[in-house]
T-cell receptor, first 118, second 118 residues
């Protein structure tokens, strides 16, 4: 079974600064998907960024980028120019590829609470 | 596009009664829906996976007779908490997966339902 570990229960950053959230995972599969989700105080889960394991290029979405290290099974999220609206709980998640009994299921990490200071 | 709704957003019920939570995919057909439970400041715990027209698959440790799931159509899944007790109080989130958006088989999350059992 796959496992996802977020070792930072809480992180804080100053507005306009950069912060990196860590995530490691364990899997025996060679093809899979990785995600970062944001859960603000409203508790609505919002997809921040996704990465396909077969792609070597790191995914980016505006101020959000990832550092995907497949061999090390590491998937960190970098938030640049942090904004007050970035304050939320962030979850790293793993998903198996199409097919198989685990198809579509997301395995979530424990989450990291990000505080942004003005 | 790819909007998922949940109803109600907040429900209070008395111990021993049953409560039904609806999850609807508003603008796409969801072949699979997932139900999660989340305690404050914790991660999402997958309870069950439901596929339209077939029985739900429950995760280990989840009581299928307490948490009844019905996926009656490609746009609606319901979770019924039967004979609810205070320990069932939690935040319940559904997600829907189907052929939608830029990424096929993506999971889209509902806004969640807060259940309080008194």
């Amino acid at each position: 079974a796959q496992t996802v570990t977020q070792s930072q229960p809480e992180m804080s950053v100053q507005e306009a600064e950069t912060v990196t959230l860590s995530c490691t995972y364990d899997t025996s599969e060679s093809d899979y998907y990785l995600f970062w989700y944001k859960q603000p105080p409203s508790r609505q889960m919002i997809l921040v960024i996704r990465q396909e394991a077969y792609k070597q290029q790191n995914a980016t979405e505006n101020r959000f980028s990832v550092n995907f290290q497949k061999a090390a099974k590491s998937f960190s999220l970098k938030i640049s120019d942090s904004q007050l609206g970035d304050a939320a709980m962030y979850f790293c998640a793993y998903r198996s590829p199409a097919g198989g009994t685990s198809y579509g299921k997301l395995t979530f990490g424990q989450g990291t609470i990000l505080t942004v200071h003005p | 596009g790819a909007v998922v709704s949940q109803h109600p957003s907040w429900v209070i019920c008395k111990s021993g009664t049953s409560v039904k939570i609806e999850c609807r995919s508003l603008d796409f057909q969801a072949t699979t829906m997932f139900w999660y439970r989340q305690f404050p400041k914790q991660s999402l715990m997958l309870m069950a996976t439901s596929n339209e027209g077939s029985k739900a698959t429950y995760e280990q440790g989840v009581e299928k007779d307490k948490f009844l799931i019905n996926h009656a159509s490609l746009t609606l899944s319901t979770l019924t908490v039967t004979s609810a007790h205070p320990e069932d109080s939690s935040f319940y989130i559904c997600s829907a997966m189907g052929l939608a958006g830029d990424f096929v088989y993506e999971q889209y999350f509902g806004p969640g339902t807060r259940l309080t059992v008194t």
